[in-house]
């Protein structure tokens, strides 16, 4: 009898031992923050930021989150000067809601209304939209979505 429950108790610490070391090494989701001096552009200098150069027009990419299923992205980017046309098949490629941080841009959807979106003020780009965005250079604080990207 006696060995009956020194060998069940045995068993319900080796028990409790398992459910605590997996929750010990379960993953521990945490909320991001940026900063004030990173909104005002210190996140430009971390070292996973993505500096490009492609037709003169500097720009630099922090991503922040990315989802599993890789189909919601946050960050923050910053462009120079640049006049783009998008009118590939199936237009603008993700839904987007940009917050403009510093600088504006000028879209010019297809069928020739103009939208001037400023620094303080926010846009959300459908997906499948068509035009022209211009800008003189600009910062944003950016949330994609695109449904497609998402791991089946």
Not at 3 to 21: M, Q, T
Not at 66 to 71: G, I, M, P, V
Not at 126 to 152: E, L
Request: glycine share 8%; aromatic share 10%; net charge positive.
């Amino acid at each position: 009898m006696k060995n009956k429950r020194l060998y069940r108790y045995a068993i319900s610490i080796v028990v409790a031992f398992s459910a605590l070391s997996s929750v010990a090494c379960a993953e521990v989701i945490k909320p991001i923050k940026e900063t004030r001096p990173e909104i005002a552009g210190t996140i430009f200098q971390r070292r996973e930021a993505v500096h490009d150069q492609k037709d003169g027009n500097a720009t630099t990419d922090v991503v922040t989150l990315t989802s599993k299923d890789n189909a919601f992205q946050t960050g923050m980017y910053k462009s120079g000067p640049l006049h783009a046309v998008v009118n590939m098949p199936g237009g603008y490629p993700y839904n987007e809601f940009m917050y403009l941080v510093s600088g504006g841009v000028t879209l010019t959807s297809s069928d020739g209304s103009i939208m001037h979106v400023n620094a303080g003020e926010a846009v959300t780009m459908p997906r499948g939209w068509t035009g022209t965005f211009d800008t003189k250079g600009y910062t944003k604080m950016y949330v994609t979505y695109n449904p497609d990207d998402a791991r089946k």
